[in-house]
């Protein structure tokens, strides 16, 4: 079955960075879409970054931009979300996500907590 394995999150003050990592296994890596995205309390899941197989960018959020960027390894079936400069808005719970097109289905994570004190 499809499993993704996160780690890396933690406590992190105002302006330092933290990289997380998902592990991917149970389907073809070098061929999926995938993302990182977060979630706070009361609110709804959100896309943070998005890559296809190439590494390509393929969706963000524009108050990531310049700070985050995401990476992915063939070799190592996995993908990497590099957070620099980060601000307290920026807590939550990250989730990875792999993205199949035909037909259209997500596999999540099961999460990660980020939390940035100010």
């Known amino acids: 079955q499809v499993q993704l394995v996160e780690s890396g999150g933690g406590l992190v003050q105002t302006g330092g960075s933290l990289r997380l990592s998902c592990a991917v296994s149970g389907v073809t890596f070098r061929t999926v879409d995938m993302g990182w995205f977060r979630q706070t309390p009361g609110k709804d899941r959100e896309l943070v970054l998005a890559?296809?197989?190439?590494?390509?960018?393929?969706g963000y959020d524009p108050t990531v931009l310049g700070r985050f960027t995401m990476s992915r390894d063939h070799a190592k079936n996995t993908v990497y979300l590099q957070m620099n400069s980060l601000k307290p808005e920026d807590t939550a719970v990250y989730y990875c996500n792999v993205h199949l097109r035909a037909p259209p289905y997500d596999y999540w994570g099961q999460g990660t907590q980020v939390t940035v004190s100010s």
């Open positions: 890559i296809n197989w190439s590494g390509k960018n393929i």
